[in-house]
């Protein structure tokens, strides 16, 4: 007898390699491309990622054994074309943010024994600490916005060095824990490891945004991811929102709905870590909240449905207080329906970027984790979509202005609500159909 046939790889597991080279190697030219590249190429090599990222994942969720001996190999792709993804852009210096600047003054100031709630950068009380990267710190005359596990992130990298690469390090590697916890939740629950691995991983905005520059949203991503793997104990799940809470304030506000499943000690977990990682800060009394004061009255940038509560509700102040009780319902509505971690987090956090009056893209990835859990069509569209924020950059830079276009911001929103209502039209004609 001959030789055994030699082995080939299935055209599905050698298309989807091809999928995520390509999709790596847009990002790389986005990332590298002489000069600045958004809006022009940037956007057109972002979009043309996206359109990979989306085809891989149909790819993906359309194969024909799910759970069989081939994952194995799909997840091991998944996993090293996501690194990849990663190493390609992570030497890159950011363009699409300033915001790392102020993440390395902060830990700069604390490693030099202030308090970084206490003084505005341009305080002249600190004019002594002042660096070579002072005056590219934006809104200098604001007091920083970021909560405790921010702020001991950033002491973290200024013990390493202060440098750009130690806070993308941080970042990257929460980032893919946050990836790893989110498959080992999907293979619990009866899901698809392979495709919530790939939807989350592959996700050009994240890659843009955290590889690339510098964001960071994974300091509470994988505090979420823990929030979900820790589902039936209370006084893990309760100090996991804490840490998220803590990273930025917006998933503190699942507490209701988890408190009504987890109880007083979730609760008493929430409060005790809350209060223990306020303590070395707590000297600056009333400005540990004057930053995020500021934020809240002041800022805007691409909103949506928020445009339309400006169109109702008069003033100034009303729209913000109109969304936030929207808000507010949804959170209501969540712990009145008792609904587990994941999904209360997925409405009240979908709901937040929805209703908000200010979505820069990297606050996107607050929903993607639970967008890859549950393949929610709307909001991983949003997470392609939201790019079209970086169109005005250019202008930006030259005038100090960002322009949003109207016809930006209906090609954001427009599509993602038509997903939402007919994923909703969908889901009521389904539960018709099996009463």
Not at 151 to 173: E, N, P
Not at 201 to 229: I, Q, R, S
Not at 303 to 332: D, H, M
Not at 355 to 369: A, D, E, F, G, Q
């Amino acid at each position: 007898p001959g030789p055994p046939p030699a082995r080939t790889l299935p055209r599905g597991v050698v298309f989807l390699s091809a999928l995520g080279l390509v999709e790596a190697g847009l990002l790389a030219a986005a990332a590298w491309w002489p000069g600045r590249a958004f809006p022009a190429p940037g956007l057109l090599l972002a979009g043309a990622a996206f359109l990979l990222y989306l085809l891989a994942a149909l790819l993906v969720a359309r194969r024909p054994h799910p759970g069989g001996r081939g994952d194995r190999a799909l997840f091991v792709l998944v996993w090293g074309t996501a690194l990849l993804m990663r190493a390609a852009v992570v030497p890159a210096q950011p363009e699409l943010t300033d915001d790392f600047y102020r993440y390395l003054w902060d830990g700069h100031v604390q490693v030099n024994g202030e308090n970084p709630y206490r003084y505005a950068p341009s305080d002249p009380s600190l004019a002594h600490l002042r660096t070579p990267y002072h005056a590219l710190i934006n809104n200098p005359d604001v007091p920083t916005i970021y909560p405790p596990v921010a702020q001991f992130a950033f002491l973290l990298v200024a013990l390493l060095g202060g440098s750009v690469f130690a806070l993308k390090l941080l970042f990257v590697a929460l980032d893919l824990g946050t990836g790893w916890v989110l498959t080992h939740v999907a293979a619990r629950t009866g899901r698809d490891p392979v495709r919530v691995g790939l939807l989350y991983l592959w996700a050009p905005l994240l890659v843009l945004e955290v590889a690339w520059n510098a964001h960071l949203e994974p300091l509470g991503l994988f505090a979420l991811a823990l929030v979900l793997a820790w589902a039936g104990r209370p006084l893990a799940q309760g100090s996991a929102l804490a840490l998220a809470a803590l990273a930025k304030f917006a998933p503190a506000a699942a507490l209701p709905p988890l408190l009504r499943r987890g109880g007083w000690r979730l609760g008493a977990a929430f409060a005790a870590v809350v209060a223990l990682l306020y303590v070395p800060y707590a000297a600056a009394g009333r400005m540990l909240f004057e930053g995020l004061g500021t934020f809240a009255r002041h800022w805007r940038f691409q909103e949506g449905a928020f445009a339309v509560l400006e169109w109702i509700v008069p003033g100034t102040l009303g729209p913000r207080v109109a969304a936030g009780a929207l808000v507010l319902g949804v959170v209501a509505w969540t712990a009145l329906r008792r609904y587990d971690a994941e999904r209360a987090l997925f409405w009240i956090l979908g709901a937040g970027i929805l209703l908000s009056h200010t979505v820069h893209p990297w606050y996107v990835l607050w929903t993607l984790p639970f967008a890859a859990l549950r393949a929610s069509r709307a909001f991983i569209a949003l997470s392609g979509l939201v790019l079209l924020g970086y169109w005005g950059l250019e202008t930006y830079h030259q005038t100090g202005v960002w322009p949003q276009p109207l016809w930006a911001r209906l090609a954001l929103w427009l599509p993602v609500w038509s997903l939402l209502v007919v994923d909703a039209v969908q889901k009521r004609k389904a539960a018709a159909r099996a009463a």
